[in-house]
């Protein structure tokens, strides 16, 4: 069990000395008493029982006011400590009032805290967002690269129960994460929605911090409802051992989950970690299939984003990006495609490249299929939902491509990027058979 307290600091009346404080979650900043010290606070729990602690920090100078002062208390404190901030703009809400480089420094000379870091939000039934975008939830894992320590992510209920794909890909990234569910007591939300969320997360990764209404009425969810595990959310597709990041530039990255992978900034590539020939006397084809998820720009001045796929690859690093060897397979996101050839020998013999367009849409999938010796490489290309099942009225096209075949010069590795504009890509569902 936890004991969870907001904390904030008085100024001395000479304005020499700052002292954090336990104030009410709904105390306006500035008005309150200040009758019980953060240290007093925390002292008396340590002495009379093994809870744990959490304090809420909700902004820059009183986290900087709080924290110094838990390294001079470590040999009394023996239970858990949790620290919590909302570090990343979040739904309808796009002020965070404390900075996470801010937090990560200071939090530094205490490894054994968990943190748990949230999303700033605001709930209006009336609100444009119900739900933790691709771009909120890929910033969070941009700000817990470097960190080494345990972290639990804050997610608000009414968020949360829309954003379970973006919410297990983040779950998946480390052992070390967690997520912590919370509401409001004011918040509207469908007790079976819940029960849908609970029912697709992981349970050993999941707690709840909810009004008592809520719990109350998770519990009436009936027995049928528990005992239905035939469905469990989606089943991951691919599988992320056989793939290795190359992070070429400082700003390259590479987040790999269960289901998804995140492809972010320029330099970031994946290559298989094995060939993947195609044999006419083995009857052995190579196929790589996938979907594609582009963000949509926030810069007014858009720069195009473009995903791209190499089969006979020569992987990368070495060689340069620029001279990587391979057929490649490039979707816009403007729906423009193209199938070529680049850096092939002998493939000025044949057709360099193919290309088509298909609508503009936010989601692609891809199903690239190499034969080997005496085939052209071939490639459907469909537009997409980005959530759910695909619906009938997809549009698709194939585009074919003959280009030469060479045993010795082809190293037949797999290999992906993006390119052009600063955007992330999601990728999903990505196989290779």
Same mark, same amino acid.
């Given at each position: 069990?936890?004991?969870?307290?907001?904390?904030?600091?008085?100024?001395?009346?000479?304005?020499?000395?700052?002292?954090?404080?336990?104030?009410?979650?709904?105390?306006?900043?500035?008005?309150?008493?200040?009758?019980?010290?953060?240290? !007093?606070?925390?002292? +008396?729990?340590?002495?009379?029982?093994?809870?744990?602690?959490?304090?809420?920090?909700?902004?820059?100078?009183?986290?900087?006011?709080?924290?110094?002062?838990?390294?001079?208390?470590?040999?009394?404190?023996?239970?858990?400590?949790? #620290?919590?901030?909302?570090?990343?703009?979040?739904?309808?809400?796009?002020?965070?009032?404390?900075?996470?480089?801010?937090?990560?420094?200071?939090?530094?000379?205490?490894?054994?805290?968990?943190?748990?870091?949230?999303? @700033?939000?605001?709930?209006? /039934?009336?609100?444009?967002?119900?739900?933790?975008?691709?771009?909120?939830?890929?910033?969070?894992?941009?700000?817990?690269? /470097?960190?080494?320590?345990?972290?639990?992510?804050?997610?608000?209920?009414?968020?949360?129960?829309?954003?379970?794909?973006?919410?297990?890909?983040?779950?998946?990234?480390?052992?070390?994460?967690?997520?912590?569910?919370?509401?409001?007591?004011?918040?509207?939300?469908?007790?079976? !929605?819940?029960?849908?969320?609970?029912?697709?997360?992981? *349970?050993?990764?999941?707690?709840?911090?909810? *009004?008592?209404?809520?719990?109350?009425?998770?519990?009436?969810?009936?027995?049928?409802?528990?005992?239905?595990?035939?469905?469990?959310?989606?089943?991951?597709?691919?599988?992320?051992? #056989?793939?290795?990041?190359?992070?070429?530039?400082?700003?390259?990255?590479?987040?790999?989950? @269960?289901?998804?992978?995140?492809?972010?900034?320029?330099?970031?590539?994946?290559?298989?970690?094995?060939?993947?020939?195609?044999?006419?006397?083995?009857?052995?084809?190579?196929?790589?299939?996938?979907?594609?998820?582009?963000?949509? *720009?926030?810069?007014?001045?858009?720069?195009?984003?473009?995903?791209?796929?190499?089969?006979?690859? @020569?992987?990368?690093?070495?060689?340069?990006?620029?001279?990587?060897?391979?057929?490649?397979?490039?979707?816009?996101?403007?729906?423009?495609?193209?199938?070529?050839?680049?850096?092939?020998?002998?493939?000025?013999?044949?057709?360099?490249?193919?290309?088509? +367009?298909?609508?503009?849409?936010?989601?692609?999938?891809?199903?690239?299929?190499? +034969?080997?010796?005496?085939?052209?490489?071939?490639?459907?290309?469909?537009?997409?939902?980005?959530?759910?099942?695909?619906?009938?009225?997809?549009?698709?096209?194939?585009?074919?491509?003959?280009? *030469?075949?060479?045993?010795?010069?082809?190293?037949?590795?797999?290999?992906?990027?993006?390119?052009?504009?600063?955007?992330?890509?999601? #990728?999903?569902?990505?196989?290779? #058979?």
């Amino acid at each position: 069990m936890m004991l969870e307290a907001d904390i904030d600091f008085i100024t001395s009346s000479d304005k020499k000395t700052k002292t954090p404080i336990i104030v009410n979650s709904e105390t306006k900043p500035g008005d309150f008493s200040g009758d019980m010290t953060m240290v !007093e606070w925390m002292s +008396k729990i340590s002495k009379y029982s093994n809870k744990g602690m959490k304090l809420n920090f909700k902004d820059d100078e009183a986290l900087q006011v709080a924290i110094p002062l838990l390294y001079t208390m470590k040999e009394t404190l023996h239970a858990p400590i949790w #620290i919590h901030a909302d570090v990343v703009a979040g739904p309808n809400n796009p002020k965070v009032t404390v900075h996470a480089k801010n937090l990560l420094d200071i939090i530094k000379e205490f490894p054994k805290v968990t943190l748990s870091l949230g999303w @700033s939000t605001e709930w209006d /039934p009336d609100g444009h967002q119900f739900s933790y975008t691709w771009r909120e939830v890929i910033n969070m894992a941009k700000v817990c690269a /470097p960190i080494r320590q345990h972290v639990s992510f804050a997610v608000r209920a009414v968020f949360a129960v829309r954003s379970i794909r973006q919410l297990k890909w983040i779950l998946s990234l480390t052992n070390r994460f967690t997520i912590t569910v919370w509401a409001n007591k004011y918040d509207i939300l469908a007790i079976p !929605e819940l029960h849908h969320f609970r029912k697709n997360m992981d *349970p050993k990764k999941v707690y709840y911090n909810l *009004p008592l209404n809520m719990v109350e009425g998770l519990r009436k969810v009936s027995a049928e409802q528990e005992k239905d595990t035939g469905k469990q959310g989606r089943i991951a597709k691919w599988d992320r051992t #056989i793939w290795q990041p190359m992070l070429l530039q400082s700003a390259s990255l590479a987040f790999m989950g @269960s289901e998804q992978v995140v492809i972010d900034g320029p330099g970031s590539w994946l290559v298989s970690r094995i060939p993947y020939q195609p044999e006419l006397q083995r009857t052995r084809t190579t196929v790589v299939s996938g979907k594609i998820q582009f963000l949509r *720009p926030i810069a007014l001045v858009a720069v195009e984003t473009r995903f791209q796929l190499f089969i006979r690859s @020569s992987g990368v690093n070495p060689p340069p990006e620029s001279k990587v060897q391979g057929v490649r397979l490039t979707i816009t996101d403007d729906g423009t495609l193209s199938l070529s050839a680049e850096n092939l020998i002998r493939a000025g013999a044949y057709g360099m490249q193919t290309s088509a +367009k298909l609508p503009q849409t936010d989601c692609y999938t891809f199903r690239l299929v190499d +034969k080997g010796d005496g085939f052209p490489v071939y490639c459907e290309i469909r537009t997409a939902t980005c959530e759910g099942e695909d619906v009938n009225d997809s549009v698709s096209v194939e585009l074919h491509l003959r280009v *030469p075949y060479d045993t010795q010069g082809q190293l037949f590795y797999i290999s992906l990027t993006i390119s052009g504009g600063k955007d992330p890509v999601i #990728i999903e569902d990505l196989t290779v #058979i």
